[in-house]
Nanobody, 123 residues
Framework: QVQLVESGGGLVQAGGSLRLSCAASGRTFTDLTMGWFRQAPGNEREFVGT???????YYTDSVKDRFTISRDNAQNTVYLQMNSLKPEDTAVYYC?????????????????WGQGTQVTVSS
């Protein structure tokens, strides 16, 4: 079992930055591939990015020049640094985990999910 808890969301003006954190517990963190997803009001869940056990990261095109995923294996934590935020980034952001290696870009490929943290970007 893996438990995930997101934090760091909030209200920010367009052009600002936020850093989201996701703390994992329940198994060896280095065994996990981690992902970030988001869901805007009325929309379906959307892939944001993923990071593997050694730090290799992949992003959806809409965020890849603005967002950065990193992980601190000693702290069992993955981060999503979000810069140059836009109103269309407004969503609930979720972290997810899978014990399967290689990049995973679809939500159904992840086994564990946090409860989400709200990010609101005002114009």
């Amino acid at each position: 079992q893996v438990q995930l808890v997101e934090s760091g969301g909030g209200l920010v003006q367009a052009g600002g930055s936020l850093r989201l954190s996701c703390a994992a517990s329940g198994r060896t963190f280095t065994d996990l591939t981690m992902g970030w997803f988001r869901q805007a009001p009325g929309n379906e869940r959307e892939f944001v990015g993923t990071i593997n056990w050694s730090g290799g990261a992949y992003y959806t095109d809409s965020v890849k020049d603005r967002f950065t995923i990193s992980r601190d294996n000693a702290q069992n934590t993955v981060y999503l640094q979000m810069n140059s935020l836009k109103p269309e980034d407004t969503a609930v952001y979720y972290c997810a985990a899978t014990s399967s290696r290689s990049p995973h870009f679809a939500g159904y490929e992840y086994d564990y999910w946090g409860q989400g943290t709200q990010v609101t970007v005002s114009s």
